[in-house]
Every structure is written in structure tokens, then in C-alpha cells.
Nanobody, 120 residues
Framework: QVQLVESGGGLVQAGGSLRLSCVASGSPVSTFSINSMGWYRQAPGKQRDLVARISRDGVTTYADSVKGRFTISRVNAKNTVYLQMNSLKPEDTAVYYC???????????WGQGTQVTVSS
């Protein structure tokens, strides 16, 4: 079973930046490199939504709400996926999670997430 640990969240003023990290561990961790990975977020009282994803080959896709502000990247050798968030807005406030992105298999067990709070 793969374990996911997210970090890098915090409190930031509107217009600021944060860089989130997600490290995968466990067995078989080799599955990290063959899977597309996504960053998701869940605001209080709302469903968890995909904000960015990256294929195993590095092709990226973004939700319209973050396009041009967020950048997803990955380092397969470190089993790590990143989310660089710039020009943050109060509406970006949420708990951010990473997980694999697949239309054919269930996600791995969700990690604890990392809280991002953007003040106006």
C-alpha cells in the first residue's frame, strides 16, 4: 500500500506564494512513476476537486480556476510531486491532497493533506 504525505501549506496573504510537496512511500512505491498524479483540494463544506494533474511523462493539465497561477511538477526518482502556487487568492483556501489520477483504478489511501489559508 502506498502512503502519501503532503506538506508545505500555511497561512499566506493574498498575492503570496506557497510550494506544496507530496512524497509517496510504501510498497510498491515503483507504481508512483507509472501513474499520473494529481493535486486535489477540499474547502469546508465542499467536495474534493482536482486542481492539477501531471502524467507520468510530464504532461500537465489545470483547472480553469488555477490556470496560469499554479504549476505542478514531479521528480520520479524522489517519488515526489510538487505544486507551486503563485498569486494566491482567498478562494484558494482549502486542504490540499495529492493522489494518483486514474480513470481505471481507485485512488490510493488519502493522506492527511496540508492546509492552505489565504487571507485577504
Amino acid at each position: 500500500q502506498v502512503q502519501l504525505v503532503e506538506s508545505g501549506g500555511g497561512l499566506v496573504q493574498a498575492g503570496g506564494s506557497l510550494r506544496l510537496s507530496c512524497v509517496a512511500s510504501g510498497s510498491p512505491v515503483s507504481t508512483f512513476s507509472i501513474n499520473s498524479m494529481g493535486w486535489y483540494r477540499q474547502a469546508p463544506g465542499k467536495q474534493r476537486d482536482l486542481v492539477a494533474r501531471i502524467s507520468r511523462d510530464g504532461v500537465t493539465t489545470y483547472a480553469d480556476s488555477v490556470k496560469g497561477r499554479f504549476t505542478i511538477s514531479r521528480v520520479n526518482a524522489k517519488n515526489t510531486v510538487y505544486l507551486q502556487m503563485n498569486s494566491l487568492k482567498p478562494e484558494d483556501t482549502a486542504v490540499y491532497y495529492c493522489n494518483k489520477f486514474s480513470s481505471y483504478s481507485a485512488p490510493w489511501a488519502w493522506g492527511q493533506g496540508t492546509q492552505v489559508t489565504v487571507s485577504s
